[in-house]
């Protein structure tokens, strides 16, 4: 039987860690490990847990959930994180990706919407909620073009289109031959040289471009 996805929530609000706590206890294949109730607290706790799944809210007193993920970031954990706010604020949304956040979704969410779009997110693809996609995709038209895809090496494109199918380092990796590191770079180099800040925001123009 496979393990139970270790999930930390990261929630000023009692409540809502409660409401999360209650929804994986009664859903096969998560368990919540830890909760915080500051950015600060979840930095420390994701440290010692070493969860899987970061559950993160965004609006927070000490640090705000675009703050604590790049602190998680930049501490080296690699749990997938999604953001899940009351916010539809585009600018919240675009902040959070740019963020590298693997997902945003709202609190609104329906129970099984919401685990069906974690397991998504599990499996190496970004999510979103429907009603933001357009949102996001408007934000994106409004910016100065981004840099051109010729621009990019052959490898460089070839890893764009698997970001753009959804896929993870680790399953690009994998369909490429290349090793996890080389991957790495890999989308490090062609964002930069697309103008763009995450794995998301450059799916979502592979989409736009195929229009």
Do not use: C
């Not at 999510?127 to 357009?134: G, N, V």
């Amino acid at each position: 039987m496979p393990e139970a996805v270790r999930v930390l929530v990261i929630d000023d609000h009692p409540l809502f860690r409660r409401g999360a706590r209650h929804l994986m206890d009664i859903e096969a294949g998560f368990e919540v490990v830890g909760e915080a109730s500051s950015g600060r607290e979840g930095l420390d706790l994701a440290l010692k847990l070493v969860p899987d799944l970061i559950l993160l809210d965004l609006n927070m007193t000490d640090m705000d959930g675009t703050e604590t993920l790049g602190a998680l970031r930049e501490a080296g954990i690699d749990a997938r994180v999604v953001m899940l706010t009351v916010s539809d604020e585009e600018e919240d949304l675009v902040a959070a990706l740019r963020a590298g956040a693997d997902g945003y979704l709202l609190k609104h969410t329906e129970p099984e919407e919401l685990l069906r779009q974690l397991r998504q997110v599990l499996s190496g693809r970004l999510i979103l909620t429907d009603e933001l996609t357009e949102r996001l995709a408007e934000a994106m038209r409004r910016k100065p073009p981004p840099g051109e895809r010729g621009m990019l090496t052959r490898r460089e494109q070839e890893v764009l289109d698997q970001i753009a199918a959804g896929l993870s380092n680790k399953q690009i990796a994998r369909e490429l031959g290349l090793s996890e590191g080389t991957v790495k770079v890999h989308v490090k180099h062609l964002l930069k040289k697309l103008g763009m800040h995450s794995r998301l925001e450059a799916a979502l123009w592979v989409v736009e471009q195929q229009k």
